[in-house]
């Protein structure tokens, strides 16, 4: 466990980034049924939080992915921690569309950077991967190698390890869902009920709370 995992799992918590509801779920855009729901957008918005958050990230690279050359922001939510992170390392920074550009020279990546270079990319949160994995894709295109995936925040869905499996790239987060929910437990957010039901759902979304 980083010295972060805990204290951003709180933070994510306190400013109402995560909301867990096990006993009324929410239902995401994939028609799963869900306790929880986050939005990390919104710790841009605390200056303490997306301090710690820029922290972390840079430390986290910094152990996992030394050979870092470049950071890459997934858009959109991931661009302002890829900022702040590209600061505090003094590294360059590009980000990545969601898709090519209609018009003018029709590029996925935005900014300046040599074909070759290290590239590691940030996005605030991973559930299957599928969105940052289209991103490094898109990079990989374009000439970038991709050496790491690093995240604020994971569900931990067995299909995340899939994708990222077979498209090789490694990744990391500053924290995760199954710290999150202990954490909720701990701040007695959630009863121990509760708690058990939100650890099911992680070893079953697709069928939970049908």
Do not use: C
């Not at 931990?156 to 954490?183: C, E």
Request: avoid cysteine.
């Amino acid at each position: 466990m980083s010295d972060y995992e805990t204290q951003i799992a709180a933070d994510l918590l306190t400013i109402g980034a995560v909301s867990l509801r096990p006993s009324a779920p929410f239902t995401w855009a994939s028609g799963i049924l869900s306790p929880i729901y986050t939005d990390n957008r919104v710790t841009i918005s605390y200056p303490e939080v997306r301090s710690r958050i820029a922290a972390g990230l840079a430390a986290l690279i910094q152990a996992q992915f030394p050979a870092v050359e470049v950071i890459g922001g997934v858009a959109t939510a991931g661009i302002p921690h890829a900022a702040l992170v590209a600061d505090r390392l003094g590294l360059p920074m590009v980000y990545l569309r969601s898709k090519p550009k209609d018009h003018g020279a029709g590029k996925q990546i935005e900014g300046a950077f040599t074909p070759g270079q290290k590239l590691v990319l940030i996005d605030d949160l991973l559930s299957t991967g599928g969105s940052v994995l289209k991103a490094a894709e898109a990079a990989r295109r374009e000439g970038a190698d991709v050496i790491g995936v690093a995240a604020i925040f994971s569900y931990q869905l067995p299909a995340a390890d899939q994708n990222f499996a077979a498209a090789q790239i490694p990744f990391d987060t500053l924290t995760n869902y199954t710290t999150l929910i202990h954490t909720a437990k701990d701040r007695g957010t959630v009863t121990a009920e509760e708690l058990d039901l939100l650890k099911a759902w992680r070893r079953a979304p697709e069928v939970w709370g049908r």
